[in-house]
């Protein structure tokens, strides 16, 4: 999950470093993926937790979940927490590729 982290916050920083418009596409591109190739770490791991949260709130408060949660840049905040609630909630998100 660290890894995947990782490569999603460099992926977010490149992003916003990108000036080229053909270069901001792929940038932005990339970062989607690593954003929810992490939520999909993120959701491996609570599923394998012996106890589950049964709220946001209560998953927020994992020291795991925290700590991520503490060094995410700011924009990325509330659409972690979306997604961390689909998870709690044992919803799965809407692809544009389901959606087509």
């Given amino acids: 999950m660290q890894e995947a982290f990782a490569e999603m916050v460099q992926n977010w920083n490149r992003m916003g470093s990108t000036h080229d418009m053909d270069e ?7 970062f989607e993926r690593s954003f929810y ?9 609570v599923d394998a ?9 209560e998953a927020l408060a ?12 700011g924009p990325l905040l509330l ?17 544009d590729e389901k959606v087509e």
């Fill in 24 to 30: 901001a596409g792929d940038a932005a591109d990339r």
């Fill in 79 to 95: 659409n972690f927490e979306t997604e961390l609630e689909l998870i709690v909630e044992g919803l799965s998100r809407e692809t």
């Fill in 37 to 45: 190739a992490f939520i999909d770490e993120v959701k491996v791991w």
């Fill in 62 to 73: 994992l020291p795991e979940i925290e700590a991520f949660s503490e060094q995410l840049p």
């Fill in 49 to 57: 937790l012996e106890k589950q949260p049964k709220s946001l709130e």
